[in-house]
RNA sequence: GGUGGGUUGGCCGAGAGGCGAGGCAACGGACUGCAAAUCCGUGUACACGGGUUCAAAUCCCGUACCCACCUCCA
């Protein structure tokens, strides 16, 4: 069974069929690193980057770029109410981004760049729109670019939308423009207002780039002019998606061949932003939950689906995956048993440049990829069905439940045969809890701690066993209570009672 | 005005003509000294009104409500 996806642009589930046999080109659109990223910006992260782990299970060699914005109308004027540079804004919050990739596992892309360091490309591909006559130079002398809708018959084609029905663009500024509906492509140094830093050179006088153009420049330099996906948010539908697309064919590049978009996670019915207050930014999240819950939360829901945020509902979706943990856990916590294939460590070596990427995680991630581990059918089927994730994610259930039944009638062969493929599962959504690519919360202190709970629980367990061995359960049972007081459960197994910290307070 | 998506049991969330996805919660049972954990069992859900069909949550028509996008938001 072939590995189907749902294409925007024809609206319907098509056979992925690459352009060129067993690799896959992928384009993402990234962040602008404006302000720190919340739970809505990591879904669109956390579900790429499971459609490109998945594409690795099925033995494509992935090339997934995914960019930065890190120039841009509102990064200017943050940085300047902040009273800092644009660029310490945009790295800093470059950071933060990075740090929540990291909290949820998300791997990294093979390239990740950056709109600045690609200024000399999309200066490239305004001057071809201008040789072709979809672009001009802004009439009124202000140093903007704009791509030339009208002479584009095909605009709207992405969106299915008619240039004539689209409400004009309420513009502030729409002096140079021939039609209210023409789009920056280059945005000219506005001296009195820019710091000289966020300008550079170019044949139209100094000034940057539009958000567009980043994309179909960056695009084909990495990808080439033709490649197969391209992704993000759905609200980049339109306009961004369909001014990438429209610059890109205009300028004679064919582009992508499949458009994915990811929807929304709302809160009390809202678009999450700022203006909600910062409850809903990663760090506050994983206040609550671990990253791997978070992350299970967003995987488990399709990535086409209205997610409607929620703190309850994510602190039982993070009960439901403690007891997979719980499963694995009492089977013997498996590893998983594969072979890293050379095949497989080509697929994430440069294929440009000669420059390999240059995160640290690299090998991790060469470990977690690998098209070797058999995976129930069931989960197959599902992923190809359009990263039917929440089936997939049932099909995990299954394999627990069957596995929790065996340990009970004591195969735990079969258990731990179940175990395995359990693992095998959550490594390809990215939710092995053995993967070392999660971040570590102590270190050996932490390490420390746990030893010395660990001694001082065992004596009172001793004393419990003793009380309990005498009939004396009003003893056995205080201690309990005592142990749980501190938050710490116990469960009695065959082997002799357990302890573990009570879930939710970790 | 245009374009696209949605409304599923107490809650979360799949499915897209015919055997009740899955999770969380609840209740009953098994196990346990009692618990915990685990397993077994328990639901006659698909916004509303029509229609098509042997059969509709799923297709068609209509209605209501919700959401997103319409020029720099994942």
Redesign the pocket.
């Known amino acids: 069974m072939t590995f189907r996806l749902y294409d925007t642009a024809t ?1 319907e589930v098509r056979d992925f069929v690459p352009l060129e046999e067993g690799k896959a080109g992928l384009y993402v ?4 690193v ?1 302000s720190e990223p ?4 990591v ?2 992260a956390v579900n790429f980057d499971v459609l490109q782990r998945w594409l690795r299970h099925a033995g494509y060699e992935v090339t997934f770029i995914r960019n930065v ?1 890190d120039i ?3 990064i200017l004027v943050k940085a300047a109410e902040q009273g800092r540079p644009w660029y310490n804004l945009a790295y800093a919050m470059k950071r933060e981004l990075d740090k929540a990739y990291a909290a949820l596992n998300v791997a990294p892309p093979t390239y990740e760049p950056a709109a600045t360091g690609h200024i000399p490309e999309m200066v490239e591909l305004i001057t071809e729109l201008i040789a072709r006559g979809h672009a001009y130079a802004a009439e009124d002398g202000s140093g903007d670019v704009y ?1 030339d ?1 009208r002479s584009w018959p095909q ?1 709207g084609e992405l ?5 004539d ?8 500024d729409p002096r140079g423009k021939r039609d ?5 492509l280059w ?1 000219g140094w506005k001296k009195e207002s820019e710091p000289e830093t966020a300008a550079w050179p170019s044949p139209w006088g100094p000034g940057r780039p ?3 153009i980043e994309c179909s420049a960056m695009a084909s330099k990495y990808l080439g002019t033709a490649f197969d996906i391209h992704g ?9 998606h ?2 990438e697309q429209a610059q890109s064919r205009a300028a004679g590049h064919p582009f992508a061949s499949y458009w994915m ?6 809160t009390a ?5 700022k203006s909600l207050g910062n409850s809903l930014l990663i760090p506050e999240v994983l206040k609550r939950v671990r990253g791997i819950e978070l992350r299970y939360y967003l995987v ?3 990535y ?7 703190f ?2 994510l ?3 993070a ?5 997979i943990e ?2 694995l856990e ?1 089977a013997g916590s498996p590893q998983l048993e594969r072979a890293v294939s050379p095949q497989l460590e080509g697929a994430i070596s440069p294929q440009l440049n000669g420059k390999g990427p240059d995160s640290a995680s690299d090998t991790s991630l060469s470990q977690q990829l690998n098209e070797n581990v058999q995976l129930p059918q069931g989960f197959v089927e599902a992923m190809n ?2 990263l ?1 994730t ?2 997939a ?2 099909v ?3 394999a ?6 065996m ?2 009638a004591g195969d735990t062969d079969g258990a731990r045969r179940l175990a395995s493929d359990v693992l095998a599962m959550l490594d390809v959504l990215g939710l092995n809890p053995h993967d070392p690519a999660w971040p570590t919360t102590g270190g050996s202190n932490d390490h420390q701690l746990t030893q010395a709970v660990d001694v001082l629980v065992a004596g009172l367990l001793e004393q ?1 066993a003793r009380a ?1 061995a005498n ?1 004396d ?2 003893a ?2 205080a201690i ?1 209570e005592q142990i749980l007081a501190a938050g710490i ?5 065959p082997t002799g ?1 357990k302890w573990s910290l009570e879930a939710g307070t970790t």
């Open positions: 609206r659109c990234g962040l602008t404006q919340h739970v809505g910006h879904r669109s914005t841009d109308d509102k791509f809708v605009y969106t299915r939308q008619k240039i029905d689209m409400e004009a663009a309420e513009d502030a209210p509906r023409d789009f920056a945005k539009g958000w567009h993000g948010g759905v609200d980049l539908r339109f306009p961004h369909e001014n978009h990811n929807a929304w996670i709302t019915g809202e678009k999450m932003s488990a829901a399709h086409r689906s209205h997610v409607e945020f929620s309850e509902a602190d039982e979706v009960v439901g995956f403690r007891r719980s499963f009492r069905d359009d039917g929440p089936a994610v049932a995990m259930y299954d627990v439940r069957e596995g929790n039944r340990l009970g419990r309990r009939k359960f009003a056995a049972d309990r459960e116990i469960e009695d197994t009672p």
